[in-house]
């Protein structure tokens, strides 16, 4: 499979701080990663670089073969990556309906009638056709999540990054969210997905990275990487959060 | 004392009356100019306090910090008698050519309050979440794209109280032409009174300010209060689901000459 993804020696600082040190990574297409480690480690950041939601500092980020770059990151973004975030960043403004028709209206050029269907169907996907007319501060936090990963999936594009989507959560509605990123997973869909959540890693993941200070310290299938991690930092960092 | 009740001053005052209707109507367009010129300049220059460049960043606030804290009285003064030069070595013109007081007022006005227009807004596209231009980029939408459908509507409910309050103000504030014979309301009220001598030129006046100012200090408190609801589009029957605006309704930063 053609590589969808390909990080080449990332470098990101913000001020002094140095984030990234040196990534270098591939996800193919189709591929499902997750990336796990401690706060801090610069697990979000990576991705974020992936949709220029950071400007590398140096460094390239490929997508399906064209470098990623200040000029050509909108189009890009447009193209291949959507995102689901923390905190859901719903338009408050909007209803449901109107967050997941906004960006194929106004992007894609869709005819409204399109979008609304295209809309509905991914609603009933995450569960929700119901709710398509509330507002999403009428939700609770796992159905706006849940919006947030319907709304991703209305603009077709083939990669969809998410950061920690079960992060900000109570823990009753972890499940809800995960049994929809499961099902998700399914697909042909490139899924690069931060997360602290080790049993969807375990399940779905083609592949894990363990990153820690800035730098993947780890990287294999689930099997190899829950069973035989090499590096003892990713060791401890298991020992603590399997317990 | 007696003077105020006397009817007969009332009759003479009131038989100049056309005049401060004149004024008035001077007034009421000076400030419907003056606060189309408020809302663009203000918006311009708000929006450039928060875009990422730092040269627009200075150029707004230089601008804000200048009008904000020196009296309109002085800008337009300064305009009164400096724009003539200005014009004349623009132009080359070989003669000096006064500028008319409505245009005096609609610019001087209009840009004294712009800087309070630009602070409301950046206030107001500030509260909005950082989020949301986020959420808006990772969906492929450009900075302009991501304020025009996405930024922009939140703040618009955010800003509308502050903004009615400025207008208001710039109502109050175009009384600075009676100081250059603008013909404005206020110049008319100070004609009749140094005419006659009888002070009821100038209640007459206040009242015409009022008719002007109170609905817009309506406008104002009800603004404000549909701000606080947890309703969002205007009238609309679904209001009371649409989500509140980020943070309070952003006042004026520093205390204003009104």
Redesign the interface.
Known sequence: MADMIEIKHLNKYFGDLHVLKDVSLTVREGEKLVVIGPSGSGKSTLIRCV???EEPTSGEVIINGTPLTRKNH??L???Y???V?Q?F?????M?VLGNLT??PI??QKKSREEARKTAMENLERVGLAQKA??????LSGGQQQRVAIA?ALC?KQPIM?LDEPTSALDPEMVQEVLNVMVELAQENITMVCVTHEMGFARQVADEVVFMDDGQILEKGTPDHFFEHPENPRCREFLSKILR | MNGLFSARRWSVTLADSAALWQGFFFTLQVSLAGLAVALVVGTIFGTFSTTRSRILRGIARVYVEIYQNTPVVVQVFFMYTAGPQVIKAITGAQTITRIAPFVLGVVGVGLYHAAYVAEVIRTGIEAI?R??M??A??????RV?AYR??IL??TL?IILPPLANQALNLVKNTSVLALIAGGDLMYQADVIVSQTGYLQGYILCCVMYFIICFPLAMLVSWLERRAKE?G??AGGA?GE????G?GAAPGTTKGEVA
Do not use: V
């Open positions: 949709n220029w939601l909108i189009q973004t447009r193209t990556t959507s995102m975030f905190q960043n719903l338009y408050p403004n209803t906004l960006a106004k992007l007319d509330e507002y999403p501060q009428n709304r603009t990054l | 979440p989020g949301q986020e959420a980029q990772s969906q492929g939408f450009s794209q459908y996405i509507p939140q409910r947890p969002g589009r679904r689901k649409d989500a509140g980020a």
